[in-house]
């Protein structure tokens, strides 16, 4: 079994930084997907950042700005900003497609969301 939970989010001036962070705890899992979607305002969910097998991978609206990285020793992953912008504004989600135990397909983790007000 596996949850997530993320913190950091908070309000920051437009150009500012934060860094989230996304913790999976649990037992007999295993990951091999995780990172952040974001829900804007009137909007509907979109990809942020995620680490696959094959690396990291940004959604267009973030490229250049955010920065995925993890700590796999205990299963976190971070999603540094910068250059925020208004419209950076929304609640980000945490996720992760897990195993659990044996189970060959995994399935979809979500955390509770962080909120980030971007705002002066």
């Known amino acids: 079994q596996v949850q997530l939970v993320e913190s950091g989010g908070g309000l920051v001036q437009p150009g500012g930084s934060l860094r989230l962070s996304c913790a999976a705890s649990?037992?007999?899992?295993?990951?091999?997907?995780m990172g952040w979607h974001r829900q804007r305002p009137g909007k509907q969910r979109e990809l942020v950042a995620r680490f696959t097998t094959d690396g990291a991978n940004y959604g267009d609206t973030v490229k250049g700005r955010f920065t995925i990285s993890r700590d796999n020793a205990k299963n976190t992953v971070y999603l540094e900003m910068s250059s925020l912008k208004p419209e950076d504004t929304a609640v980000y989600y945490c996720y992760c497609n897990a195993k659990l135990g044996g189970a060959p397909y995994p399935y979809t983790v979500w955390g509770q969301g962080t909120q980030v007000t971007v705002s002066s």
């Open positions: 649990g037992s007999d899992f295993s990951i091999n997907v």
